[in-house]
């Protein structure tokens, strides 16, 4: 199986940049299409932004179009998320996963290996 890292996360004003980094070991990342999810207090989680095996492919979510982008580097085993123009209400836990099957996918339980998460705190 393959085990997940996120880093990057941190406390920033609105507008501003971060990009999140996913590790992973233990396997290949390239055998997995990746997603982005996010959590804020109270809230379920939520998805964010998905990526093909190959990174040819790519879906967001519409509070993600214009200001994320998702992105791989296989030979890395890193997946990333970048993230402009940052909003207080993008405020959240955002965690990577890894999903086995074929096709991008925006439901939580269609992904198979999760990171622990890195917290995101947007200021306004």
């Known amino acids: 199986q393959v085990q997940l890292v996120e880093s990057g996360g941190g406390l920033v004003q609105a507008g501003d940049s971060l990009r999140l980094s996913c590790a992973a070991s233990g396997r290949t990342l390239s055998g997995y299409a990746m997603g982005w999810f996010r959590q804020a207090p109270g809230k379920e989680r939520e998805f964010v932004a998905a990526?093909?095996?190959?990174?040819?492919?790519?879906y967001y979510a519409d509070s993600a179009k214009g200001r994320f982008t998702i992105s791989r580097d296989n030979a890395k085993n890193t997946a990333y998320l970048q993230m402009n123009s940052l909003k207080p209400e993008d405020t959240a836990v955002y965690y990577c996963?890894?999903?086995?099957?074929?096709?991008?996918?925006?439901?939580?339980?269609?992904?198979?290996?999760w990171g622990q998460g890195t917290q995101v705190t947007v200021s306004s």
């Open positions: 996963a890894a999903r086995v099957g074929v096709g991008l996918a925006t439901i939580s339980s269609q992904y198979d290996y």
């Open positions: 990526i093909s095996r190959s990174g040819g492919y790519t």
